[in-house]
């Protein structure tokens, strides 16, 4: 609960291993495809330097990242992480991370097609890792 709306609402911690060498950044996208009407998305993050092996929690809603990293537009409108809150029943979240071969010239602010279409043929390697949650109250 503490990384929902009935919580704190931050971002959880996340960390990776088993790097490709030809790694030059990161990007990660988090979103919920049990919403009402389409999939929203939580969190666009991108350009994560390459040594990167984890997220600590509670990353702030900035433009970048004070270890490097830009962030995106999720689908309340705001840069960095929303938490979950589905309206009712229980709903997947997918975190997805993306290796890339190359920093994406890309300003903050963007949204998940935006950072989709930038990285197509840059990706050398997906992780993925799918949370439920259910509204408590």
Known sequence: MK???????????LKWEDVSIQTRSFALIVD???APNRTFV??????LPPQT?????????????AGGGIQGKNDTGQL?????????????YFFKLYALDAPLGLDFGITKAELE???????????QLIGRYQKQH
Not at 42 to 47: E, Q, R
Not at 53 to 65: A, K, M
Not at 117 to 127: E, F, Q, R, V
């Open 3 to 13: 990384f929902s709306c009935e919580g704190q609402g931050i971002s959880p911690s």
């Open 42 to 47: 939580h969190w666009v993050l991108f350009n």
């Open 32 to 34: 919920d495809p049990d």
């Open 117 to 127: 279409a930038a990285m197509a043929n840059h990706i050398l390697a997906t992780a």
């Open 80 to 92: 960095g992480y929303t938490p979950p809150c589905p309206p009712s029943g229980t709903h997947r």
């Open 53 to 65: 092996r984890n997220l600590p929690e509670g990353i702030p809603t900035e433009p970048l990242l």
